[in-house]
């Protein structure tokens, strides 16, 4: 494999942990170069309805174990997911995350990037095919590199933990560089 042009920090807010039945609330992208150094940003709260019982957002509530609704209330992502200006349409939310990577030249190959990312993977193969074919089939875990660091040894990385998608995306790469340096790589 050549080396990879483009990576894709991409984090998502979903209202459980089952792809094939739980809705994405949030997604929020960084597209950086192998430098790891920022070229853009994406990120969106995800309307899905009004909230009247027939629509997604209602049934995604509904459905939504209490710890999670409760996560997602004290992170302030539920009132932006039923009542914030600025959200992009569920139907529309594939096609502006593949304009976005047009948009900056990252057409294929391009490595998704994260922690736990083959989590958000799952999503994506499952609701945004169009979209999952512009990325390459190697991902960058973060998450990974953090449980090899810690099983020889290593102390874990300190997070917040915002459960909002850019702040879990920043805290990703943050920790990513912090782990390099500890292996001893250059970023």
Known sequence: MSKPEFFLWL?????????????????????TGSDFKPIAE????IDLGDGR????AARA???????????HQSSGLMHEFMFADGRTKWQDIERALCGFLRDHGAIEDVILAGGS????R??????????????HHRMLDVTALALAHQAH????YEKKKAHRAMPDILESIAEFKWLCEKFGLRT
């Open 122 to 135: 799952r999503f994506i193969d499952a609701r945004w095919p169009e979209f999952a074919g512009h990325l």
């Open 117 to 120: 990312i083959h989590f958000g």
């Open 153 to 156: 040894g290593g102390e874990l």
């Open 11 to 31: 984090d998502l807010e979903t209202s459980g942990l089952d792809a094939s039945y739980d809705a994405i609330l949030e997604v929020a992208m960084i597209l």
């Open 42 to 45: 994406f990120e969106s709260v």
């Open 61 to 71: 509530i509904a459905r939504m174990p209490k710890h999670v609704f409760e996560m």
């Open 53 to 56: 019982s027939s629509s997604l």
